[in-house]
């Protein structure tokens, strides 16, 4: 199998050659690291990643030194990492709510990194486009305390909110899927390591529905849809499944999240994604430690296929570059099929 084959498999809960891998952010400073003087492109050349993964394109106005304002209007302070920090909201009030225009999904840049992974790797990798479902872009327009808040106190302004997002990822996905893209991933964190940040009766009256919406129209623009978020999702993880997703990351064993218990008991219905810690092993652990570590989670999520094993987040800046090596040349030694550790 290539790679294509090899995600597709995993997707399709089916046994491929060997556990694929891959991650949505590496930080650009481990892959300097590893790879001196590659580009993100390079790099998952270099070491064999299994897909690519492409954000949409904004265009952005510096406010002062590390910070800006994007096209939807969101003042962001760059930290280091590869995400910055939304720092200011733009929907303060229903008015600004009602005359509030987002940016053009179909502008002529909008998908330019995408265009630039699929002239590379098609063929080659899976090519992933990186969107939105229902909760990012709310609390980035809004305000985090304030769309919180907003589910108790102002509740057509959450509706408002994840209808905009619904609509314009929608539209997106469809130019992406016209461009080559093949994988979506919506990467809409909803919940802490003690449980949502909503309560899950929240989460099923205003995400719920959206999340359905969004993710049938994703697959029949022809796309297979990767879930991601953080934190203890135990108490929805079943309605997430049964809202059309065909993977589940990261299953984040930070917040209790067990990937051989989900594997028990959602096996046969999600393809998994996950989950070598991120926060602990490969920040602080030793090489061996990364061994074992991955050889646990091929152990307990391989068998029988559905498993795309990565970190259990990210490959952020913390992350010791010799240990996220460690844990790409172990999952080649561990991850072929069939599974006999």
């Not at 897909?51 to 590390?66: C, G, K, M, S, W």
């Not at 129209?217 to 978020?229: D, N, S």
């Amino acid at each position: 199998m290539n790679s294509v084959q090899r995600v597709f498999a995993a997707l399709n809960l089916e046994e491929p050659d060997k556990v694929p891998t891959f991650d949505f952010v590496i930080d650009r400073k481990v892959i300097e690291a590893m790879c001196p003087g590659c580009s993100y492109h390079d790099f998952v050349e270099r070491f064999d990643l299994d897909a690519v993964v492409a954000l949409p394109d904004y265009t952005r106005v510096e406010i002062d030194t590390d910070v800006y304002r994007d096209e939807w209007g969101v003042v962001k302070k760059v930290t280091g990492e590869e995400t910055a920090c939304p720092i200011g909201a733009v929907i303060k009030s229903d008015k600004d709510m009602q005359s509030y225009t987002p940016p053009d999904p179909l502008a002529d840049h909008r998908l330019d990194s995408l265009k630039k992974a699929v002239a590379r790797f098609k063929g080659k990798k899976a090519i992933v486009i990186n969107l939105h479902d229902v909760f990012s872009i709310p609390r980035y327009l809004r305000g985090y305390s304030e769309i919180l808040m907003d589910f108790v106190l102002n509740p057509h302004m959450v509706r408002a909110l994840v209808d905009l997002s619904v609509d314009y990822n929608i539209e997106l996905a469809k130019r992406a899927s016209a461009l080559g893209a093949e994988v979506v991933v919506t990467s809409d964190d909803i919940a802490s390591n003690r449980g949502l940040v909503m309560s899950p009766a929240h989460f099923r009256e205003f995400l719920l529905p959206g999340m359905k919406r969004v993710f049938k129209a994703f697959r029949e623009a022809g796309l297979y849809v990767i879930k991601h978020t953080d934190g203890n999702i135990t108490s929805i993880l079943g309605m997430l499944i049964d809202a059309g997703i065909n993977a589940i990351n990261p299953i984040d064993p930070v917040a209790d999240m067990d990937i051989g218990e989900v594997k028990k008991r959602y096996g046969s219905k999600v393809c998994l994604m996950g989950n070598i810690d991120c926060a602990g092993v490969l920040a602080y652990g030793s090489q061996q430690e990364v061994v074992e570590a991955v050889k646990d989670c091929i152990r307990r999520a391989s068998p029988g296929g559905g498993h795309i094993i990565s970190s259990s987040n990210s490959i952020h800046s913390g992350v010791k570059p010799e240990n996220y090596a460690t844990m790409l040349e172990a999952i080649q030694q561990y991850g072929g099929y069939p599974i006999s550790i």
